[in-house]
């Protein structure tokens, strides 16, 4: 019989990339930078352990957005009461494009300590620098062409 393979801490090999996000839709931009993050595009991927890579997002400012979700609202509830807030999506890409882009890719990840863990190796820029060259990033294509 064959045994399970677990991972061990030391044993993961994490690598990094880089994701230019100029004129990527938000949604489609998360959900394939989520799975990166996971691990889930490597054969030892396991949902009990952090095996996924770092992933550094360019170019944050000039994602786009679909239809009509520039108008749609994100609620949230500050913890007081009265404290229900809200901001429009398009609001939010103009002030802070970078919390947008942190907010979509959390939104897919599991919301446990290890998504806590997971979301920790996300490192986005609303510009085209990064402070991130000593790691040596390979350019990550996400493009999906037709």
Partial sequence: MNRTYQNKQGTIDQK???VDAAGMPVG????QVAQILRGKNKPTFQYNADCGDFVVIINAAQVVLTGNKKDELIYWHTGWPGGL????RGKMLEDDPVKLVEKAVWGMTPKTKLGHQIIKKLKVYAGAEHPHEAQNPQPLNIRKDK
């Fill in 16 to 18: 990094w990339y880089v």
């Fill in 85 to 88: 807030r809200n901001i429009s």
């Fill in 28 to 31: 489609r931009l998360a959900a």
